[in-house]
């Protein structure tokens, strides 16, 4: 989320208490220079940005160009702490169980929509059934399919109209939800969901104001939130601006007066325009800074690195779109011809930690060597997988990724491994831009091979499984589908503790890796540097910026 679901832009779990690794860097302990206590209330930051793949509706974005705007303008049930990502109650005064299916929702009163009407229980019942319905084909969609009747609100059929003539869903309302009165309202799962509550901070269960049903694609131009900040201009491929809500009523504000995402091409000119002092914060250091850790030469005292629930991955093309990438061992000598180590070394300085699974380290439930030796680079077994395939038919193998972000380098080095190991050409192909590169992937257009960063929706292993493999998951853009999965994942979410939790979930990346699903590449840290205007400068356990203690000096 950040990619994603927050499928993420750049390159950049846990228990609801865990605490994330901390790694070196200036500027991430509460008494360094940048700690926010010194800060003045007040004043306007500028911060990268890049172009959101779709309007600013809260159900439809799932990566973090549009996510890191809606986050800090939207309050939901649930608000993570930034350091820890233990989810801590914003709306919500009470969220109630006592057998993990049936839930009451209490939530405090006061809470105003930047519409200026407050912010009820209709509101989120209503917002979510309109994500869920499969008529407005939300991204967020999946996120509710825990939720009794979420089926019926699914369009069946084929083509590209499933929700044409017979394949029309047979309601748009989900039977689980039901509204008790102003400031309560009950969710009814259709099995037990113990981490249901854990969830409800991601971005597709905000709630919206009545407003936005009159028009949802208005609102995604100009949208509207309950959070520290309002939405005040989009100038496309440009910038996104923010100011303080005066009547924000949560306890997750900031300083800050006016927040602008400036919208980079670029992530050398972002990073160049931080050294002069002519952007606030950047969220990525391009790799040509990270080599001999020349950042921190560039900006000293005015970096850090941070371990962070992200995963860099590289996804197979939908069957359907690209067939040439089926055969599940044709994908295994794929994996096997990259050499990880030697790419995190040479490109990222060893600011990655090359991927042994799907699931990151920082969360609670993590197993290492999940994917086994499909995961260990050896040129000579991934050319012997290759020729038990019978060879890759496709004449060439690609590696699609986004432009506008600091990807090239490695991408391209890691077609080199390829091609050296297999004997296969292999080309890293360049996609102009984010929101273009995420458009291609949504539509199954993008044929070949495609990088895929995930940031953490929301603090649990789950969430680095169901949203990206399971059957329909709004975030599965390779199309991958598996019944015996599909069914673990049930499991987990219906155990009757974190730790049996876990073991469904470890068998479910097993299934993962016995049909190479994707290609897990590296776990992530964030680097970031920051202007010599600004102090507070914190990264989130979800590899975000924490606006709540970012303030000009």
Same mark, same amino acid.
């Given at each position: 989320?950040?990619?994603?679901?927050?499928?993420?832009?750049?390159?950049?779990?846990?228990?609801?208490?865990?605490?994330?690794?901390?790694?070196?860097?200036?500027?991430?302990?509460?008494?360094?220079?940048?700690?926010?206590?010194?800060?003045?209330?007040?004043?306007?930051?500028?911060?990268?940005?890049?172009?959101?793949?779709?309007?600013?509706?809260?159900?439809?974005?799932?990566?973090?160009?549009?996510?890191?705007?809606?986050?800090?303008?939207?309050?939901?049930?649930?608000?993570?702490?930034?350091?820890?990502?233990?989810?801590?109650?914003?709306?919500?005064?009470?969220?109630?169980?006592?057998?993990?299916?049936?839930?009451?929702?209490?939530?405090?009163?006061?809470?105003?929509?930047?519409?200026?009407?407050?912010?009820?229980?209709?509101?989120?019942?209503?917002?979510?059934?309109?994500?869920?319905?499969? @008529?407005?084909?939300?991204?967020?969609?999946?996120?509710?399919?825990?939720? @009794?009747?979420?089926?019926?609100?699914?369009?069946?059929?084929?083509?590209?109209?499933?929700?044409?003539?017979?394949?029309?869903?047979?309601?748009?309302?989900?039977?689980?939800?039901?509204?008790?009165?102003?400031?309560?309202?009950?969710?009814?799962?259709?099995?037990?969901?113990?981490?249901?509550?854990?969830?409800?901070?991601?971005?597709?269960?905000?709630?919206?104001?009545?407003?936005?049903?009159?028009?949802?694609?208005?609102?995604?131009?100009? %949208?509207?939130?309950?959070? %520290?900040?309002?939405?005040?201009?989009?100038?496309?491929?440009?910038?996104?601006?923010?100011?303080?809500?005066?009547?924000?009523?949560?306890?997750?504000?900031?300083?800050?007066?006016?927040?602008?995402?400036?919208?980079?091409?670029?992530?050398?000119?972002?990073?160049?325009?931080?050294?002069?002092?002519?952007?606030?914060?950047?969220?990525?250091?391009?790799?040509?800074?990270?080599?001999?850790?020349?950042?921190?030469?560039?900006?000293?005292?005015?970096?850090?690195?941070?371990?962070?629930?992200?995963?860099?991955?590289?996804?197979?093309?939908?069957?359907?779109?690209?067939?040439?990438?089926?055969?599940?061992?044709?994908?295994?000598?794929?994996?096997? /011809?990259?050499?990880?180590?030697?790419?995190?070394?040479?490109?990222?300085?060893?600011?990655?930690?090359?991927?042994?699974?799907?699931?990151?380290?920082?969360?609670?439930?993590?197993?290492?060597?999940?994917?086994?030796?499909?995961?260990?680079?050896?040129?000579?077994?991934?050319?012997?997988?290759?020729?038990?395939?019978?060879?890759?038919?496709?004449?060439?193998?690609?590696?699609?990724?986004?432009?506008?972000?600091?990807?090239?380098?490695?991408? @391209?080095?890691?077609?080199?491994?390829?091609?050296?190991?297999?004997?296969?050409?292999?080309?890293?192909?360049?996609?102009?831009?984010?929101?273009?590169?995420?458009?291609?992937?949504?539509?199954?257009?993008?044929?070949?091979?495609?990088?895929?960063?995930?940031?953490?929706?929301?603090?649990?292993? @789950?969430?680095?499984?169901?949203?990206?493999?399971?059957?329909?998951?709004?975030?599965?853009?390779?199309?991958?589908?598996?019944?015996?999965?599909?069914?673990?994942?049930?499991?987990?979410?219906?155990?009757?503790?974190?730790?049996?939790?876990?073991?469904?979930?470890?068998?479910?990346?097993?299934?993962?890796?016995?049909?190479?699903?994707?290609?897990?590449?590296?776990?992530?840290?964030?680097?970031?540097?920051?202007?010599?205007?600004?102090?507070?400068?914190?990264?989130? /356990?979800?590899?975000?910026?924490?606006?709540?203690?970012?303030?000009?000096?």
């Amino acid at each position: 989320m950040r990619g994603t679901t927050r499928t993420v832009a750049m390159l950049a779990g846990i228990t609801s208490v865990a605490l994330l690794a901390a790694a070196c860097g200036g500027g991430n302990s509460s008494d360094d220079p940048s700690s926010s206590a010194a800060g003045k209330t007040g004043g306007a930051v500028t911060v990268r940005g890049c172009n959101p793949q779709n309007p600013l509706v809260p159900g439809n974005t799932n990566e973090t160009c549009g996510g890191n705007v809606l986050d800090a303008i939207s309050a939901k049930l649930v608000h993570y702490n930034p350091e820890t990502a233990a989810p801590e109650n914003d709306i919500a005064d009470k969220i109630e169980t006592t057998d993990n299916q049936n839930f009451t929702v209490t939530l405090k009163k006061g809470y105003m929509f930047q519409d200026g009407t407050e912010v009820k229980a209709k509101n989120f019942v209503d917002a979510w059934n309109w994500v869920a319905a499969g @008529e407005n084909a939300a991204l967020g969609s999946y996120f509710f399919d825990p939720i @009794e009747g979420y089926a019926d609100t699914q369009c069946t059929g084929d083509g590209d109209d499933p929700c044409a003539g017979a394949g029309k869903a047979k309601t748009n309302k989900l039977t689980g939800l039901a509204v008790k009165d102003d400031y309560t309202f009950t969710i009814k799962t259709t099995a037990k969901v113990s981490n249901l509550p854990v969830r409800l901070g991601y971005t597709a269960f905000a709630p919206v104001p009545d407003s936005f049903f009159a028009d949802p694609k208005a609102f995604g131009e100009k %949208p509207i939130g309950a959070g %520290p900040f309002k939405f005040d201009s989009w100038t496309k491929n440009t910038e996104i601006k923010l100011s303080k809500f005066a009547d924000y009523k949560g306890k997750f504000g900031g300083k800050l007066d006016n927040i602008t995402f400036k919208i980079y091409q670029d992530d050398d000119a972002a990073y160049n325009d931080v050294i002069a002092n002519q952007l606030d914060v950047i969220d990525t250091i391009p790799s040509s800074a990270l080599i001999d850790d020349k950042y921190k030469t560039d900006l000293p005292d005015r970096n850090l690195s941070k371990a962070v629930g992200v995963i860099q991955a590289i996804n197979f093309p939908p069957a359907k779109t690209d067939p040439n990438y089926s055969d599940v061992k044709v994908r295994q000598a794929i994996s096997m /011809a990259i050499d990880r180590p030697t790419i995190v070394k040479q490109i990222f300085n060893g600011t990655r930690e090359p991927a042994t699974g799907w699931v990151s380290p920082v969360v609670d439930g993590y197993k290492a060597d999940a994917c086994g030796e499909s995961c260990v680079f050896d040129a000579a077994k991934a050319k012997a997988k290759l020729d038990e395939a019978g060879g890759f038919k496709g004449g060439k193998m690609t590696i699609s990724y986004n432009a506008d972000a600091s990807h090239k380098a490695w991408v @391209e080095a890691t077609c080199n491994s390829i091609k050296t190991a297999l004997g296969v050409d292999c080309v890293a192909t360049p996609v102009v831009d984010f929101a273009t590169f995420r458009a291609q992937i949504t539509d199954r257009k993008m044929k070949g091979m495609f990088r895929a960063g995930w940031q953490m929706d929301y603090p649990s292993i @789950e969430n680095f499984l169901a949203p990206i493999y399971g059957t329909g998951a709004g975030s599965n853009d390779s199309d991958y589908s598996s019944a015996q999965f599909d069914q673990l994942l049930k499991e987990g979410a219906a155990a009757k503790d974190g730790a049996a939790a876990n073991e469904k979930y470890q068998e479910a990346e097993k299934v993962l890796a016995s049909d190479m699903a994707s290609i897990p590449m590296w776990y992530s840290t964030a680097q970031f540097g920051w202007s010599n205007k600004v102090t507070g400068v914190k990264v989130t /356990a979800f590899g975000t910026i924490d606006f709540s203690s970012l303030a000009l000096k």
